[in-house]
């Protein structure tokens, strides 16, 4: 079935539904930063919470429509639906399994979803109405039930064991993993924060007052818990010890649902009622910035795989973001099941940034010959920075574990360049070498079949003028070279040379 509204073709083919194409609202600018939202063509769909999954694409609980959506940094918006009707999804995470972990507090179920949209279904206890989740440190996924007090740990092989709540009637809400290997969640309806160990034993410590409600709940850059208020109008802190601070927010009355790190170190959160997104640093410094659609309900909020905030608006009926302005840094982003996206193509002389999301501890070494960077065990949240000067490509390993990818760096070049013996430049590092470091550079010729012969062996120079003897396609390759260990070949640039 294809259904065609304002120039966007919406694509149905069973369960899957994706938006082929995007709308963009026009852009706001607030604080130096522009907000970016796209339309989910589906009516009134109801977007909530959110998480960055292993296959790259941002994806988020579709409430009233009862699916599952995910959205590319493009703007690029599908879904899938859930099969039991009316299953009230509330909340989602991304498992150790490289799959998408769902809750759905209706239904009485937790859910499964492939990257393709197979959805397995977990059916719980009558009336524990499960409403949040969370990856844990155990290889498991944690959840809260709502309905029954207590939490609640599934395998991925979809084994639940729950453990109750000390306090009664507490109202579990929210779930998520810790720097300190314990699970924390909130208590909305006594105004209580939660800690359990992986084994089950629950401490819980009190805001001070039930009218608090804590909502959601996220790990901080800093080694604490962070987490929103929505009956106080303000963001609590609460460090591994139980030690508890509030930060109140400059806008009154503000509703704040969503919370989430960023990679600039801060956290980021949803106002719901006043349509803005919130940044707080682990200091406590509050900056606002509107949502350009109006009474949207801004709802969930989550890091994304471009290094952007990505924010959900429930009323909207849009999903979005607020871009980072960091400058020439491309992000990898490392969790428990994937590394993602684990290869990347930057330009010479820019950053590549790993977020550490957990919920355990991971490394990102150069594990070719050359070991140019090991991070050293970083937990989460955390970050690391590689600054990549040289043309090349650089494989990388998490020590211990499984995660894998690459970094490549080609030549830059002109596409183009106009007329036989006219020279052009190629450039293959924006930094001198260091050390022992050497660079080597190769081209093929038009007529020489793919084959690469050295042009800049064993040079210091960042950069040279090529003068091609005719017509025809070159094609330039380049590494890095310490003396005694060779890096791997760079990705190609071609340049044609017109007559």
């Known amino acids: 079935m294809r259904v065609r509204t304002r120039g966007i073709r919406w694509i149905t083919t069973g369960a899957l539904a994706v938006l082929v194409g995007c709308v963009a609202a026009t852009p706001v600018s607030a604080a130096s930063r522009i907000l970016v939202e796209f339309s989910i063509v589906t009516p009134k769909s109801g977007p909530g919470d959110m998480v960055y999954g292993p296959d790259g694409n941002v994806w988020f609980i579709d409430q009233t429509t009862n699916r599952i959506g995910f959205v590319t940094h493009a703007g690029t918006i599908g879904s899938y639906l859930i099969p039991t009707a009316s299953s009230g999804p509330s909340a989602i995470t991304a498992g150790p399994d490289g799959n998408l972990w769902f809750t759905e507090s209706t239904a009485n179920k937790i859910g499964r979803l492939t990257t393709g949209g197979i959805v397995t279904q977990f059916s719980l206890a009558a009336g524990s109405s499960p409403r949040g989740i969370t990856s844990g440190p155990d290889g498991a996924l944690w959840f809260t039930d709502y309905g029954s007090n207590r939490i609640g740990r599934i395998t991925t092989l979809g084994v639940v064991t729950t453990f109750p709540l000390p306090v009664a009637a507490s109202g579990p809400a929210r779930i998520t993993a810790g720097a300190d290997g314990n699970l924390w969640f909130t208590q909305s309806k ?213 995660f894998t990818g690459s970094i490549k760096v080609p030549p830059t070049a002109p596409l183009t360049s106009t007329g036989a013996t006219t020279p052009f430049t190629v450039t293959w590092a924006s930094a001198a070498p260091t050390g022992a470091q050497v660079f080597d550079v190769e081209v093929s010729l038009p007529t020489s079949g793919g084959v690469f012969t050295p042009w800049q062996t064993g040079v210091t120079t960042t950069t040279a003028d090529y003068t091609p003897a005719a017509a025809g396609k070159y094609i330039f390759r380049a590494r890095l070279d310490d003396g005694a260990n060779i890096g791997d070949w760079s990705p190609l640039v071609r340049v044609t040379v017109t007559p």
């Open 190 to 402: 006594v105004g209580r924060i939660g800690k359990a160990t992986t084994g089950g034993v629950v401490t819980e410590y009190s805001l001070g007052s039930t009218a608090a409600v804590p909502a959601r709940i996220a790990a901080g850059p800093d080694g604490n818990v962070w987490f929103t208020e929505q009956g106080s109008n303000r963001i609590g802190r609460i460090m591994p010890g139980g030690t508890i601070t509030h930060y109140p927010i400059p806008t009154a009355s503000a509703h704040l649902v969503g919370i989430a790190a960023g990679a600039d170190g801060d956290l980021w959160f949803t106002e719901q009622a006043t349509d803005k997104i919130g940044r707080i640093t682990t200091t406590g410094v509050v900056t606002e910035y509107p949502v350009p659609t109006a009474a949207s309900l801004p709802a969930g909020v989550t890091l994304g795989p471009d290094g952007n905030v990505w924010f959900s608006e429930f009323a909207g009926n849009k999903v979005g973001y607020v871009p980072d302005v960091a400058g020439r840094t491309t992000y990898a982003i490392v969790h428990d099941g994937f590394d993602g996206p684990n290869s990347r193509v930057i330009p010479v002389g820019s950053s590549v940034k790993w977020v550490f999301e957990g919920p355990n501890s991971h490394t990102v070494t150069e594990s070719s010959p050359l070991g140019l960077f090991d991070s050293g065990p970083v937990s989460p949240v955390g970050f690391f920075t590689q600054l990549f000067t040289a043309a090349g490509t650089y494989p990388y390993a998490s020590t211990g574990d499984t």
